[in-house]
T-cell receptor, first 115, second 110 residues
Framework: GAGVSQTPSNKVTEKGKYVELRCDPI?????LYWYRQSLGQGPEFLIY????????DSGLPNDRFFAVRPEGSVSTLKIQRTERGDSAVYLC?????????????FGPGTRLTVL | GQQVMQIPQYQHVQEGEDFTTYCNSS?????IQWYKQRPGGHPVFLIQ?????EVKKQKRLTFQFGEAKKNSSLHITATQTTDVGTYFC??????????FGTGTRLQVFP
């Protein structure tokens, strides 16, 4: 079956611009996660959704970052007034439920470059 | 906040040699997961450990969860070039978020 998909695969933008990154989780997965991965680092937790609600957004670095999942399926990560330090690979993952003991299935990521 | 560290950061071995990466959490975990990320790829789930002292094997890979549920290890016997990649542990405390370790990058020379 289809895995987690993310679009675009690459995004180049200028400092100060607004970007949206999209994640399409595995069908039926209720839990969705966003991570940010810089070169040579492990994925850094940003936010997770259980259904439509953000169950934990403690990883969002500041109020320029916002994510939504209005219908409990597709999610969009939104970054306002981008900065060069936002450049990273943004990974999305989904799992069948947010409880402990569930593997996360990762998408291929969106590589964001802020010039 | 919770931190998860891994050592070594980087290791290269000759094909056929063994490899071990160690993972340490600053807090007690409810479970620990291991992921593998190939160069240019995304993390792929390998296994989850839940019980104190648990040991699980997958072919040449052996995973262990410490008695205190604060550390874990991954051992690969007789490495192959297909084992190349970065291995991440990821710890979870109850229903809290998954915190990934710093990763160990494995390079295998033929």
């Amino acid at each position: 079956g289809a895995g987690v998909s993310q679009t675009p695969s690459n995004k180049v933008t200028e400092k100060g611009k607004y970007v949206e990154l999209r994640c399409d989780p595995i069908s039926g997965h209720t839990a969705l996660y966003w991570y940010r991965q810089s070169l040579g680092q492990g994925p850094e937790f940003l936010i997770y959704f259980q259904g439509t609600g953000a169950a934990d957004d403690s990883g969002l670095p500041n109020d320029r970052f916002f994510a939504v999942r209005p219908e409990g399926s597709v999610s969009t990560l939104k970054i306002q007034r981008t900065e060069r330090g936002d450049s990273a690979v943004y990974l999305c993952a989904s799992s069948s439920d947010f409880t402990s003991y569930n593997e996360q299935f990762f998408g291929p990521g969106t590589r964001l470059t802020v010039l | 906040g919770q931190q998860v560290m891994q050592i070594p950061q980087y290791q290269h071995v000759q094909e056929g040699e063994d490899f071990t990466t160690y993972c340490n959490s600053s807090t007690t975990l409810s479970n620990i997961q291991w992921y593998k990320q190939r160069p240019g790829g995304h993390p792929v789930f390998l296994i989850q450990l839940v019980k104190s002292g648990e040991v699980k094997k997958q072919k040449r890979l052996t995973f262990q969860f410490g008695e205190a549920k604060k550390n874990s290890s991954l051992h690969i016997t007789a490495t192959q070039t297909t084992d190349v990649g970065t291995y991440f542990c990821a710890g979870q405390s109850n229903t809290d978020k998954l915190i990934f370790g710093t990763g160990t990058r494995l390079q295998v020379f033929p």
